[in-house]
């Protein structure tokens, strides 16, 4: 690695503090409005620092059992979604990374084609096939529905990961005795963990921030999930921008933790180069 | 190594199965109603046939050409600027210098939240007399500017925002690809006498086309159906300078009842997503051999 | 064990299973549009009184609450999947439509027997009609006024009714500018949002002009007139005074913080004001500003309406709840608490809920009248697309893109297209 004079890596240190000010101003901003009064969140003009710091916002969410139901409701959905996608990626990656086959390559392509799908143009068609299946307002609806968001990457960021690891380790396996199922569990998986991790957080990031899907799949209060249970604070005729702010950062917290905490293996499945061409 | 000749195919079943039932019918739905003519009114009566009335149709409506224009630059914009900044800050990331791990994370963040809620940070950043930044303006002696009350400001306004949005997921693309080049290329390079430049050009570049090429592609294609950024943001307004097809394509379908408009529309999008990856691909293949 | 004890508890059981098995449980489903309180008041104490009439059931009722467009889009999914749904609320801009598409049940026949119709106010009966049939009820409405803050008014030396005209309009705005922008007021609001159709339509109206025309029994713009071109302009002289169109809409709150002098806004705007507020401190003009003195002004209603889904398995219940919803006693607390507008004679001039509103509610009375100048939307099935073009030719026309007539007449020639086929 070549030496940079300590000037440079000075200078690229503040490169990266005034892109991290951009990055961090409208969190920033939408966490101070959450603490503020709702006098003060609409005062003007606007304060950078609350001049009194309430948690009366975060407070009236955490009692309103509807908002704290819907909370767990995305839990319940983005969970399993997460664990089941990865899952059937997982598998379809390991069938294009170590098998030939015949239409493999347009299959791949048909795979990426259908991730162009803007997803607009199926919610009615998605509804009309889950009412039918009689899966409407149910959870497994819901969950079911979310793979079409992101198998297509998975499938991608998984097939390349696994691309990286020599293919000799199996062979030894199969030496052993290993079925493909063996291989794939004992070998591939412990193997990939970095892309895993990767695959794990990307999907849950599409899976907890959805909006569309679970709205039209989803009528009972009882089930809906914390993205759509948000907008009741956009009535037609107000918009509390405290209560809104504070419902923003109650809805980032498990995606921040799940970087926070997997923020090593993503490291590691950056360095193993599994985003790659 | 023994394979049976089936095992590709039960691997790839419950992924095949899923995405074909679930994104393929809804395609040949959309496909069908195009070629119909379904609004909310009569969308469980009889739906007159009409061909390829539609896809004329929206050649002809000044609004949809005008929101391809609008997409043009949206999307010319989002992507340049993201795998711009995105190349630049990946590249100072690998440099390690001090804090570089909690800017990794810090960086991360805009990319984890939802189109909707970015919409709204940004729209209550942008707003006339309660927002930050015109707040900061004023508070500097400074006009406040009229970020999305102003037909010319609004659509620069949405894409500094969605810049901020998907940025960090070129920052991350990019590190990765970078991290793929052997550093002693570099050294070797030194050697030989190339400065900075010549050793961008000629060994960063080239290696890097290929995830460059991935990373356009999917850029672009989020850029292009992407919605309810603008119509939280600015309800695709004012005077329709930040209404892109996409959000065109919504508000024809949900918001004016014309669903076949709206499918008809979605098909565009489609064909355009499918032939800008097929157009990047092919530069590449080419640019390789 | 005895015969006898035996004999009593398979009688107990089997009594006590048929008891359970008679209460018949009923669950109702609803989507209705934000903000969601309204609906938690409303419905369970309907619920109740629905319950009280039928003990050998036990109604409850599951709804979903949805933002106003996605509300929409909800229900044209609904529609599509022919879903079951025991009761709606919908814009009455959206009855043509899904009154067209047999989404919703026609209850002309359950109206007529409620005998209760005739309570409703005019505009509002009309209004809850498609082709003459009733699709809906017009539960409760809200009209746009004036709105004026006192003390800013009387520090520039303007007389509140100088607002009542529209060259005093435009004079009070000269006079206001330079005091309120000293204390980073503005001077006045014009709505720039997607909702500007609607605060144009009354000065077309007062103008004598009509958004649409009959001739037999098809539809045709009317805005293209003599009435339409200046009430557009109207709009123009604003803009070209120094009023600017507010894109961002916080529906009354910026009025309530003192962002904005004077601001045309709907009844609702009284429920952004803090508790204890002393009301004394704003004026009111029930209606909008009229070209001269003396002119009959006008104003738009809205509100919601609830309807029937023909898709409801419990058509007769739902119904049923809609008429306790829509009772004086059940929805008269609602109206004062959210500071809505009734579309009931018996609920708007009969006591007790004529005091009840009156003490609740500040400029009741004269809301009312404002009521009464009030007209509403069309509610054919192409209205929104109507409104879409309307909405551009406003934006071209604060702009300065196009002159009014030229933006009037593109817009006519659009819905011409929309309407004919």
């Known amino acids: ?27 920033f901003w939408v966490f101070v409005t959450s603490l503020k009064t709702p006098e003060e969140a609409r005062s003007f003009p606007p304060t950078l620092i609350p001049k009194e710091v309430t948690f009366e916002n975060y407070k009236l969410l955490f009692q309103d059992e509807q908002m704290m139901r819907s909370f767990l409701n995305s839990i319940i959905v983005a969970v399993p979604a997460t664990l089941l996608c990865v899952i059937i990626s997982a598998l379809a990656a390991f069938a294009f990374s170590r098998y030939e086959f015949r239409g493999k390559k347009q299959l791949l392509a048909a795979v ?158 950056i360095q193993a180069g599994s985003i790659k061409g | 190594m023994q394979k049976k000749k089936w095992m590709p195919f039960l691997l790839l079943l419950p992924a095949l199965a899923i995405m074909f039932f679930l994104m393929i019918f809804p395609v040949f739905w959309n496909i069908t109603i195009s070629l119909h003519d379904v609004k909310t009114t009569n969308i469980n009566d009889v739906w007159p046939f009409v061909g390829f009335q ?94 999305i009350s102003d037909p010319n400001m609004a659509l620069i306004s949405l894409l500094i925002a969605n810049i901020w949005f998907g940025t960090p997921f070129s920052i991350l693309f990019q590190e990765s690809s970078l991290l793929t080049i052997d ?96 157009l990047y691909l092919r530069a590449l293949r080419g640019e390789e051999a | 064990m005895s015969k006898k004890v035996v004999v009593s508890f398979v009688l107990f059981v089997m009594i006590f299973s048929s008891m359970a098995l008679a209460v018949e449980e009923v669950v109702l489903t609803g989507t209705f549009a934000a903000p969601a309180d309204r609906w938690n008041d409303l419905i369970p104490a309907a619920l109740e009184e629905l319950n009280r009439r039928h003990p050998d059931m036990e109604i409850t009722m599951e709804y979903e609450v949805l933002p106003y467009d996605d509300t929409r889009s909800k229900l044209i999914t609904l529609t599509a999947g022919q879903t079951p749904r025991d009761l709606v609320s919908i814009d009455q801009i959206w009855l043509g439509e899904f009154a067209q598409s047999g989404f919703l049940k026609d209850i002309t026949q359950e109206v007529n027997s409620w005998g209760r119709i005739d ?206 919803m829509l009772d004086p006693e059940i929805l008269t607390p609602v109206l004062a608490k959210y500071v809505y507008l009734p579309t009931q004679k018996t609920i708007a001039e009969q006591d007790p809920y004529k005091s009840i509103l009156e003490s609740e509610i500040p400029f009741f009375e004269d809301l009312m009248k404002a009521v009464e100048i009030g007209e509403g939307r069309p509610n054919i099935p192409e209205y929104p697309q109507i409104a879409e073009a309307l909405r551009i030719a406003i934006e071209e026309v604060y702009y300065g893109v196009k002159t009014p007539e030229d933006a009037l007449r593109d817009a006519s020639k659009k819905v011409e297209e929309i309407l004919i086929f």
């Open chain 1, 1 to 27: 690695m070549t030496k940079k004079s300590k000037t440079i890596r000075a200078i690229l240190f503040i490169i990266l503090v005034i892109f991290a000010i951009y990055t961090i101003m409208p969190i």
């Open chain 1, 112 to 269: 990426m084609g259908i991730f162009m799908i803007p997803i607009t143009m199926n919610t009615i068609p998605l509804y009309l096939i889950f009412q039918r299946m009689g899966l409407l307002d149910t959870y497994t609806g819901v969950i079911l529905a979310y793979q079409v968001l992101i198998i297509p990457l998975n499938i991608f960021i998984l097939k390349n990961h696994f691309d990286t690891i020599p293919v000799s380790l199996e062979e030894a396996a199969a030496l052993d005795g290993a079925t493909t199922m063996q291989r794939f569990t004992k070998v591939i998986i412990p193997l990939s963990w970095p892309g895993l991790s990767i695959s794990f957080i990307f999907t849950f990031r599409f899976a907890w921030n959805e909006f569309v899907l679970p709205m039209i799949l989803i009528s009972s209060p009882s089930k809906t999930v914390f993205q759509v249970a948000m907008y009741r604070f956009l009535g037609l005729y107000s918009i509390d921008w405290g209560l809104l702010s504070a419902a923003i950062v109650i809805g980032m917290i498990p995606i921040l933790i799940i970087i926070i905490f997997f923020q090593r293996q993503l490291l590691q499945g």
């Open chain 2, 54 to 147: 539609n896809w004329v149709k929206i050649f002809q409506d000044e609004y949809f050409l005008q929101s391809l224009k609008v997409t043009l630059f949206f999307v010319l914009g989002s992507v340049f600027f993201q795998i711009f900044i995105g190349f630049l800050i990946a590249r100072i990331l690998i440099e390690r210098v001090w804090g570089t791990k909690f800017f990794r994370v810090l960086f991360m963040l805009p990319w984890l939240l939802s189109a909707t809620i970015v919409g709204f940070s940004w729209q209550w950043m942008y707003n006339d007399y309660f927002g930050l930044i015109n707040g900061m303006l004023m508070r500097l002696g400074m006009q406040p500017v009229n970020w």
């Open chain 2, 183 to 278: 550093r002693s290329l570099y050294e070797a390079a030194k050697i030989d006498g190339a400065n900075s430049f010549q050793s961008f050009f000629n060994i960063t570049l080239p290696l890097l086309a290929p995830f460059l090429g991935i990373n356009l592609i999917l850029t672009s294609m989020w850029s292009v159906n992407l919605f309810d950024l603008q119509l939280v943001l600015t309800g695709g307004g004012p005077l329709m300078s930040t209404t892109t097809s996409s959000l065109y394509m919504y508000k024809q379908g949900f918001e004016q009842g014309n669903l076949s408009i709206g499918a008809t529309i979605g098909l565009v999008l489609l064909i355009i997503n499918l032939t800008v990856s097929f």
């Open chain 3, 119 to 324: 309570e409703f106010y005019p505009a509002n009966i009309e209004g809850s009609k498609f082709d003459d049939k009733f699709y809906s009820i017009w539960a409760w409405t809200d009209v746009r006024v004036t709105w004026y803050w006192k003390d800013l008014l009387e520090e520039a030396g303007v007389d509140p009714e100088m607002l009542k005209t529209w060259d005093g309009y435009i004079e009070a705005y000269k006079k206001l500018a330079p005091v309120t922008m000293k204390k980073g007021i503005l001077p006045m609001h014009l709505v720039g949002a997607s909702h500007s159709p609607d605060m144009w339509f009354p000065y077309l109206w007062m103008n004598g002009g009509e958004i649409l025309e009959e001739k037999d029994g098809k539809y045709y713009p009317a805005f293209y007139s003599e009435a339409g071109i200046k009430a557009l302009t109207f709009l123009r002289d604003q803009v070209e005074a120094g009023i600017r169109p507010q894109v961002q809409h916080q529906w009354g709150q910026e009025f309530a913080d003192k962002r904005f002098a004077v601001m045309i806004e709907g009844s609702w705007l009284l429920g952004n004001f803090p508790e204890g507020f002393d009301f004394d401190q704003i004026g009111m003009i029930p209606g909008f500003p009229v070209p001269e003195e003396g002119m009959k002004s006008s104003t738009m209603m809205g509100g919601w309406l609830l309807a029937v889904p023909s898709t409801s398995e419990h058509p007769e219940l739902a119904w049923e709840l809609m008429t306790i």
